[in-house]
């Protein structure tokens, strides 16, 4: 009852907060970066994760095996150092002290004298292997598999008290034990102990467990209790900060893309799962890297967009699919995602390993500039994604989605490049240089996915367009009020519901937020007919955090865009500096043409843009920040 008691007063100083903050001005200016920056994930984590690999029936000798073939192998020294222990590892939750036990006959160092069972040994020893240790958790009472997959070996046992092996009600004691005493470094924590045991559960009727009324409905965010989640969650980042004083771990939150996660899990974890679970084939692939491919300005160093693992080695990523099992890979690293391999690598071919330790495809995905790859073309057949790196050049992804060979064409716009100019590509899975000026066109094997570096002449020589550099844009505020499930996601059959019920409906929150060179609804931006090939869409009553790497100048051309809906209220654009007002527009009209605003921001460590109307919308009109872009520096 304690923990309840902690949770109803979390939530209630969580909405005191949220109407004290509206009260005094949600869009106020505050001069201070807000999304995630604890933790130990400047750059997406790499790693390993059994639960692909061998589900709940894991072992010591099966992680540790695993763990050695990533030294033996040079993953590690690659950057692969998280060994992550999933569901499987729980004896039970001891009934006297509430004390979490572990399987000392899967874990055979575990064992101690006085029954208390310790990780320390198993992370002692993968600390000397110069690698990482990773737990696994769940929100709720119970665990995804008591819930889903309760015919899967190792469950907990004991009483239904006992079988209570998720953190609810033992968050502080739980994370104190996984971190302080047994040394781990990484928790993944699920969600299904807060979805899936209603009253009305067979499992729950026969008393088996508990009841736990669901906050979470997968099919429906207006069932979800969206605001209890995050608390949840929230209370769960709050003791890794006290048990790490170091910030030496990382909290990956895994609620599957459901209760609005994706736009709310960059303030609350390190990285977070945009999807539900990926599965060995083609299609369930392409609806796990569409939950993260329209989310770049979610996306930071510190905070990652999960598309969940890799599945590099089964299925239609096999030894005998080695086109899809490349796209599947550098897609990964172009997004960002981290890189955790879901295979059992003591059965991993050389071609295997050699697609998963690709130097360069590695280095794409670690680039210390933070900036997810941008979707530069749209469609269902070909997406074209381009990624701004440290050094101001770019990578570049072209994806055959489809079944059958199909042309591409890749021009230099894509890249913002001028088309007079050279552009020099380097192919990264052979090292081959390529040449061209305005555009080339390639001819993609289905499933295949070409992927380059690009170096050439940028259309802004002297500066970067803020929707080129995601890295460095939060929105803080985005405008949302009402969450919206985004329709643009593949829609993969979900292999354990198959075509059972109606369909696969859109079902992750986030229609309506913000966009690198698009609305928030996946149109063009234009403003009085204008048209934008560069800029930031967003919703009106919106706040987007710039950071400022040493630039003097911001330019944009702003207005009310095209596609707006409502268009009854005058939107007012504002400029802040380290949270000083630095520039502000007149109030503009639908129709008004785009209007220049600029500001001096030499010395200005965060830049903010506020877009606000009069009065508050319920579904508020898209804005533009046309050509928004920092100039007047040699900082990158």
């Excluded at 890979?329 to 991993?348: C, E, H, Q, S, T």
């Excluded at 930031?536 to 207005?559: M, Y």
Aim: hydrophobic share 40%; with cysteine; glycine share 10%.
């Amino acid at each position: 009852m304690m923990f309840v008691r902690l949770v109803a007063a979390a939530l209630i100083a969580l909405f005191a907060a949220h109407a004290a903050t509206a009260a005094a001005d949600p869009l106020a200016a505050s001069g201070r970066w807000s999304a995630y920056q604890r933790g130990a994930a400047r750059t997406p984590p790499m790693g390993w994760n059994s639960w692909n690999a061998f589900t709940s029936d894991i072992d010591e000798e099966k992680i540790m095996g695993s763990a050695q073939i990533l030294v033996d192998a040079g993953l590690a020294a690659k950057g692969y150092r998280y060994v992550d222990i999933d569901d499987g590892w729980w004896l039970k939750r001891r009934a006297a002290d509430g004390r979490m036990l572990i399987r000392a006959d899967r874990f055979p160092s575990a064992a101690t004298l006085n029954g208390d069972t310790t990780f320390r040994p198993l992370t002692n020893r993968l600390h000397a292997m110069g690698l990482k240790a990773g737990i696994y958790s769940d929100i709720g009472r119970n665990s995804c598999g008591q819930v889903f997959t309760s015919t899967f070996p190792n469950q907990p046992e004991g009483t239904v008290a006992e079988r209570e092996v998720g953190l609810y009600g033992h968050v502080d004691q739980d994370i104190a034990l996984y971190f302080e005493e047994w040394g781990f470094d990484l928790i993944k924590v699920d969600g299904c102990g807060i979805r899936g045991l209603p009253a009305s559960h067979p499992q729950v009727k026969a008393g088996l467990y508990r009841a736990l009324e669901p906050l979470v409905d997968s099919d429906s965010l207006g069932r979800t209790n969206v605001g209890a989640v995050r608390a949840l969650y929230g209370e769960v980042g709050a003791a890794l900060d006290r048990h790490n004083p170091d910030g030496d771990f990382v909290y990956s939150i895994c609620i599957w893309g459901a209760a609005d996660v994706r736009a709310w899990a960059k303030d609350v974890g390190a990285m977070s799962r945009t999807s539900e679970d990926i599965s060995p084939n083609w299609s369930r692939m392409l609806h796990n890297i569409d939950s993260v491919a329209r989310r770049p300005l979610y996306a930071h160093p510190g905070s990652w967009n999960d598309p969940d693992m890799l599945y590099v080695g089964s299925g239609d990523f096999d030894e005998n699919h080695l086109t899809e099992a490349r796209s599947h890979f550098a897609l990964w690293a172009m997004v960002n995602a981290p890189l955790i391999i879901g295979y059992d690598l003591r059965k991993a071919s050389k071609a295997l390993l050699d697609i998963l330790g690709a130097p360069r495809l590695i280095a794409i995905n670690q680039d210390v500039a933070g900036n997810q790859a941008v979707l530069a073309f749209d469609s269902d057949d070909v997406s074209i994604f381009v990624k701004t790196l440290v050094s101001g050049d770019k990578a570049v992804a072209i994806l055959n989605r489809t079944s059958a060979p199909i042309e591409a064409t890749l021009t230099a716009a894509h890249l913002k490049f001028l088309a007079d100019a050279d552009v020099d590509l380097t192919d990264l899975w052979s090292g081959e240089a390529l040449a061209f000026r305005g555009e080339r066109k390639f001819q993609l094997q289905p499933r295949e996915t070409r992927v380059f570096t690009a170096h050439g002449a940028r259309i802004l020589a002297d500066g970067v367009y803020l929707s080129e550099s995601p890295g460095l844009v939060n929105p803080a505020v985005d405008g949302v009020v009402i969450p919206e499930a985004e329709p643009l996601i593949h829609r993969g059959l979900l292999p354990w519901r198959g075509t059972r019920g109606t369909g696969e409906p859109p079902r992750y929150g986030g229609w309506g937020g913000a966009q690198a060179d698009s609305t928030p609804y996946g149109q063009e931006l234009a403003v009085a007919g204008r048209k934008f090939v560069a800029g930031i869409g967003v919703l009106g009553n919106s706040r987007l955090e710039v950071r400022n790497p040493g630039f003097k100048r911001f330019n944009a051309t702003v207005g009310l865009d095209d596609s707006a809906r409502d268009r009854s209220q005058p939107v007012t654009f504002e400029v802040y500096g380290d949270g000083k007002l630095l520039a502000r527009s007149a109030p503009l009209r639908f129709g008004a043409a785009a209007t220049p605003l600029s500001a001096d921001v030499g010395g200005v460590k965060l830049i903010e843009l506020v877009a606000r109307t009069p009065q508050a919308a319920r579904f508020p009109d898209p804005v533009t920040w046309g050509d928004a872009a920092l100039t007047g520096s040699d900082a990158r």
